[in-house]
């Protein structure tokens, strides 16, 4: 018997199709000397609602644990990143914003990478951001921001002080939201007549065709689809009118929504529903097969780190990243096999990686000396870092990589 869950989206049955097993909080990256027991554990699953086909985490953990005063991710930290989110902005002041006195709010600005660029043109804006210290990073670029959760009382409440909306935007947050219903009905209410909804993330297509399974962490609760997203946005008086995929973290859509009826969908919405359908993209065979590829490429990539242990090569890890403690923890990739992890954050080093306690080390460590391979666990920004560590590359190191296949580069 198949184990399930009720949705967070429309209360159906939602069916197990993956089980990653027991998993410490990904971005909870431990001072030395910490008690393990303190550390949270939970089951990591996955499972499909045969409803409204949304896939979603079966378990949900409670969102303080997550977003708080010290909670790592810094989303300034890639250059790429910054002039994604720049371009953006660029947009919505080209086409969106050209009203009179125009409001935009942001649900999780982080440390403003996105924002900044609207304050600096001057636009009304309001960050919220429930995790205090990127939220006071934002602060001091001069982005208003308000410290606490969206959801739909937060909504209220910025509607009486500040009015309606013309655009809110979520950019990789969305899908860290199992509250959604509460979210979606205070968008509604604060988005303004003509105004959009326009949220990013990661793509479950792009997931399952390249089996980028490390996206599915504790912070990621709900994997999007054009079919999911649109079902959701109809229970709430929202319409899907725009889809774009976008290259970043691995493959993502840029979802827009307006109230039902306010604008014309584009063709690109038929477009990609038709092809997730051709694809049968939210199928259980599909899924289940998904699940197979992870366990083929979780046992090729410990396989590979264990002979290149006996062949007495070093190993270093690139990036601390969220998605690199779910697959450690799932492969049981520890200490013994990636001697530390290197990471520009200052808030991650020092530190232990969540679970299985792999150190985390400056920048500057990676280099002194080079080791023999060094696994790309920010491989999202694989361009970005290739690029600028070529030396490493003419020191005669190799980069591993596992999306969407264990490969030495
Ligand atoms: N938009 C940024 C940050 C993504 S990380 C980017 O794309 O890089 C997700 C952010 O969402 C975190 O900063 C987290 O604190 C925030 N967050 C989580 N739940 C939230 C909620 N209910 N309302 C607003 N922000 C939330
Ligand atoms: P990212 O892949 O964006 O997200 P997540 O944690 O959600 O999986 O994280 C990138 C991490 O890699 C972040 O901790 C910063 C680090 N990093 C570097 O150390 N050097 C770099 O050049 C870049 C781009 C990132
Ligand atoms: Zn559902």
Same mark, same amino acid.
């Given at each position: 018997m198949s184990r399930t869950s009720r949705c967070r989206v429309c209360n159906g049955t939602v069916t197990e199709f993956f089980d990653f097993g027991r998993q410490p909080l990904s971005d909870c990256f431990l001072a030395p000397g910490? #008690?393990? %027991?303190k550390e949270f554990y939970f089951r990591l699953a996955t499972g499909v609602c045969g409803e409204c086909s949304m896939v979603q985490l079966t378990e949900e953990v409670p969102r303080e644990h997550m977003f708080h %005063?010290? *909670?790592? *991710? =810094? +989303? +300034? @930290?890639s250059l790429y990143m910054r002039t994604h989110f720049e371009n953006l902005a660029k947009r919505l002041l080209d086409r969106e914003l050209t009203g009179d006195n125009p409001f935009v709010v942001e649900i999780g600005c982080n440390d403003g990478i996105m924002l900044r660029t609207l304050a600096d043109a001057g636009i009304r804006h309001l960050g919220v951001e429930p995790s205090g210290g990127v939220a006071d990073l934002a602060a001091a670029k001069g982005i208003r921001v308000r410290k606490s959760f969206f959801e739909e009382s937060t909504a209220t409440e910025i509607l009486e002080a500040e @009015? =309606? #909306?013309d655009v809110i935007y979520a950019a990789n947050t969305l899908c860290h939201i199992p509250y959604i219903g509460s979210v979606l009905s205070g968008v509604t209410r604060l988005l303004a007549p003509g105004g959009i909804f326009v949220f990013e993330d990661p793509y479950l297509l792009d997931i399952t065709e390249r089996t +980028? /399974?490390?996206?599915? *962490?504790?912070? =990621? /609760?709900f994997f999007f689809t054009v079919q999911s997203v649109q079902y959701m946005a109809a229970r709430h008086g929202l319409e899907l009118v725009d889809v774009e995929r976008l290259p970043v973290h691995g493959g993502e859509v840029r979802y827009t929504l307006a109230h039902q009826g306010a604008r014309r969908p584009s063709p690109a919405v038929a477009e990609l529903l038709a092809e997730e359908q051709k694809k049968k993209l939210s199928d259980m065979a599909t899924l289940q097969r998904f699940g197979q590829n992870v366990v083929k490429v979780g046992q090729e990539l410990t396989t590979l780190l264990r002979d290149l242990k006996d062949d007495g090569k070093r190993v270093v890890a690139y990036g601390a990243t969220a998605k690199s403690s779910m697959i450690t923890n799932f492969c049981g990739i520890g200490p013994e096999l990636v001697e530390f992890v290197s990471d520009i954050t200052p808030s991650k080093q020092g530190r232990l990686t969540p679970g299985t306690h792999i150190p985390v080390r400056p920048h500057e460590a990676f280099s002194d000396p080079y080791p023999d391979y060094a696994l790309l666990f920010a491989w999202n920004h694989a361009d970005e870092i290739m690029e600028k560590e070529q030396e490493f590359r003419e020191a005669g190191g190799k980069w591993i990589l596992y999306v969407p296949d264990v490969r030495v580069l």
């Open positions: 910490t #008690a393990v %027991e %005063e010290d *909670y790592p *991710y =810094h +989303s +300034s @930290g @009015g =309606h #909306a +980028s /399974f490390d996206q599915i *962490y504790d912070e =990621h /609760f």
